[in-house]
């Protein structure tokens, strides 16, 4: 059967949709939505085929826009997306999940959980996490206190993972009423030295589950590289043959659980953008233990841009897409599973995520 290829693009301007068929040769642009509001994230769930767009800042405050006609028409709810008075009031939504029994999850700013189970219409606090004793001792990073990384577990709707800049990982069994730091094995460099593998306070910047298992996951830190084959509870370096341990965005191969995407940048205090300014995408088909720079069709000079923790996906097809956006507006796609890569949009506003879609045609 035809496809059609959705790419959703978060901005600090909008959302915006770039959409083509299953060639994936030539992608049409549309947008932005969202009243150009700052979008941080957007998935669209396969449940109910709504769009679902995660923005704010502190002047807009919180919300979740929702669109059932693939962006024509738009709402927006803030209900519910709030702390208990008194206390820091969110300012935006950084991230979102569908969870396995129909539930919606958001990841807010300052740090939390949220639940929706109306498909975002009105929204309920995961009390749990914020009442974890370590709470008092969570620190933001360099953009703020962001549950940003959802990681639902793919049959369980009691487990999920969720990562915190700058907390770390935490996961819970139950439900959300209780929950566990996950962060064994990961290195905090900014710490004294004897105190660089700590229990809570990693800058976790992204992590994401390997399809077809239940306790693999992937992670990229602000000091390394990371897997972890036990749902979090102990984590191992994967960064030896990659040009730097800093970076923001990971994917995951949709069918085979061992290739991994990653985009190191030069180092958090050299400027944050392509090493060597030469662009590549970094990929592993052993599950870390060699990787290879993916450059064809890609900038190999004068590349000062970085990709944020939520700006690069793939796809479903055969052989898998493999998307990414950067900060100064580009949108790069590869049909080949990296092999090759061509420009598909520039000029949009810095670009927070890319999410994908397969739709039949």
């Not at 002047?59 to 962006?71: E, I, K, N, R």
Request: glycine residues 12%.
């Amino acid at each position: 059967m035809a496809k059609r290829i959705l790419i959703l693009i978060g901005t600090k301007k909008g959302l915006f949709v770039a959409e083509s068929d299953g060639n994936r040769k030539n992608f049409r642009l549309r947008g932005p939505y969202c009243n150009t509001w700052p979008i941080h994230h957007a998935i669209l769930d396969p449940a109910t085929g709504a769009i679902h767009a995660a923005g704010g800042n502190e002047w807009f405050g919180p919300a979740v826009w929702t669109s059932h006609d693939l962006g024509a028409t738009w709402t927006h709810s803030s209900e519910g997306l709030a702390y208990p008075e008194g206390e820091e009031p969110v300012s935006a939504v950084w991230s979102l999940a569908p969870g396995r029994d129909g539930t919606l999850y958001a990841g807010v700013q300052p740090a939390g959980l949220f639940r929706s189970t109306d498909g975002g219409r009105t929204w309920s606090h995961v009390n749990g996490l914020r009442d974890h004793p370590s709470r008092p001792h969570w620190n933001p990073g360099g953009a703020g206190l962001i549950l940003h990384s959802l990681v639902p577990h793919p049959t369980d709707p009691d487990r999920i993972w969720v990562g915190i800049s700058s907390a770390g990982v935490f996961g819970t069994d139950d439900g959300g009423r209780t929950w566990e730091p996950r962060n064994r094995g990961t290195r905090a460099d900014y710490f004294p030295e004897d105190q660089r593998y700590p229990e809570l306070g990693q800058c976790v910047h992204c992590m994401v589950l390997a399809p077809g298992t239940d306790q693999l996951l992937y992670q990229q830190n602000h000091c390394g590289m990371y897997r972890s084959d036990d749902g979090g509870r102990s984590w191992t370096s994967m960064e030896n043959g990659l040009p730097s341990s800093f970076g923001f965005p990971a994917a995951v191969h949709p069918r085979d659980p061992q290739t991994v995407y990653l985009i190191p940048l030069n180092g958090d205090s050299a400027g944050r953008f392509m090493p060597d300014a030469k662009t590549a995408v970094w990929r592993t088909r052993d599950g870390g233990a060699s990787w290879q720079a993916m450059r064809a069709g890609l900038p190999q000079e004068n590349a000062y841009f970085g990709v944020l923790r939520q700006a690069m996906a793939v796809d479903r097809m055969e052989p898998a897409g493999v998307y990414f956006g950067t900060g100064s507006g580009e949108i790069y796609a590869s049909a080949d599973e990296g092999d090759s890569w061509s420009q598909i949009a520039a000029h949009l506003p810095t670009i927070s995520s890319v999410e994908t879609h397969v739709l039949d045609a």
